[in-house]
């Protein structure tokens, strides 16, 4: 069955559901809210990022793993009452305080389960047990097209959710989740370079391969970066993560920005010693910039504020006719809106109105 909503990126889920979750609390509404998308997009990830921004505790239901007694509870005998009671489970939400109830899994969830979650989505209750009014309520899965375990999901269940249709965004995925989260840079710079190997899941089922690229292979990636020292065992890691084509060329990239990235030993050089530990390559000045977004704090902000901006003049200062090809201007903008963002959630704004290279790169902009 097709998901007849618009495809929108997770950032953009993201920010559904912030609403949702304000409005939820305002008694404006309430509704329980659906995430569709394929294995790996990051499903997960925007549920557990609500509930750190939102102070919430989340309670995470794999609907997989579990029968339809292990959300209704246990009978108890009540002597006084000579009725049956039931004991809820300790894993849906109790009390006052704000809480996440996600259910993952939901389409692949056996058949004989649904009925049970029917009362969560809807009457927000099973049997006698109502969930705290508090309780947001998110469920996710996957689609049969997407080559994973999943049911149709039929109208009974349909009807009582709000649909959001997920899809992979390079530049979304880059700026909600591998800048904040502080991937290896190599991850991050190859994919601004090449944006159509984020997700490749849907040409891997057309071609019958197993392994994919999405979103959740390359967060594995710069793990493995990080935990790996040795070559040709992280080109294995990594070629059983992404797949042989897309390993290989990540390892000319990887390779290339290892040999070329000092980014933390620019941050502690002057600025004729800095000048010449730029990285030549495209894909090693993209690496440069978000290893520079990532180590940026109070005490290297400010170098990390001329370091970038002196990419600007490179095809001035350097000999290296490269740098007349690259896109050196558009690469320094970009890694300013990504340090500004950094900045601004640290509270370091004031390095930028302090900054003699920041101010000449403005001044450089405004005059064409």
């Known amino acids: 069955m097709t998901i007849n909503s618009p495809p929108i990126t997770a950032g953009a889920a993201l920010e559904a559901l912030r609403a949702g979750f304000a409005a939820q609390a305002a008694g404006q509404l309430t509704a329980s809210w659906m995430l569709h998308g394929r294995p790996g997009i990051g499903k997960t990830e925007i549920v557990a990022q609500l509930a750190r921004e939102t102070g919430s505790r989340l309670y995470d239901l794999r609907l997989t793993t579990i029968e339809p007694q292990d959300l209704r509870g246990l009978p108890f005998y009540d002597h006084e009452t000579k009725r049956t009671i039931w004991y809820p489970p300790e894993d849906l939400p109790t009390g006052d305080a704000p809480a996440i109830l996600f259910l993952d899994e939901l389409t692949a969830a056996a058949p004989a389960l649904q009925p049970t979650v029917y009362g969560l989505l809807q009457e927000r209750r099973i049997g006698q047990n109502q969930l705290p009014p508090q309780t947001f309520i998110v469920a996710a899965g996957n689609t049969v097209e997407d080559g994973a375990v999943a049911y149709e999901m039929g109208t009974a269940l349909s009807d009582r959710l709000l649909h959001l249709n997920l899809r992979a965004e390079a530049s979304d995925w880059l700026r909600s989740y591998a800048v904040p989260q502080a991937l290896h840079p190599s991850v991050t710079a190859f994919i601004r370079t090449r944006p ?173």
């Open 196 to 368: 159509d190997l984020l997700d490749t899941t849907e040409d891997a089922l057309r071609r019958g391969e197993m392994i994919a690229c999405t979103p959740r292979a390359w967060t594995r990636v710069s793990a493995i970066l990080r935990s790996t020292d040795e070559r040709m065992l992280r080109d294995t890691l990594v070629a059983g993560t992404v797949g042989e084509a897309a390993a290989a060329e990540f390892a000319l990239v990887a390779d290339d920005i290892a040999a070329s990235v000092q980014a933390e030993a620019m941050l502690d050089a002057d600025a004729r010693a800095r000048l010449e530990m730029y990285p030549v390559s495209l894909h090693g000045l993209t690496a440069l910039v978000y290893a520079l977004v990532a180590l940026a704090d109070e005490r290297s902000l400010p170098a990390a504020i001329d370091t970038l901006a002196g990419i600007r003049t490179l095809a001035v200062h350097r000999p290296e006719p490269e740098f007349a090809r690259l896109p050196l201007g558009e690469l320094v903008t970009y890694g300013f809106e990504l340090l500004i963002e950094r900045a601004l959630a640290e509270g370091l704004q004031e390095a930028f109105r302090s900054s003699q290279s920041y101010a000449d790169y403005l001044a450089a902009r405004e005059s064409g």
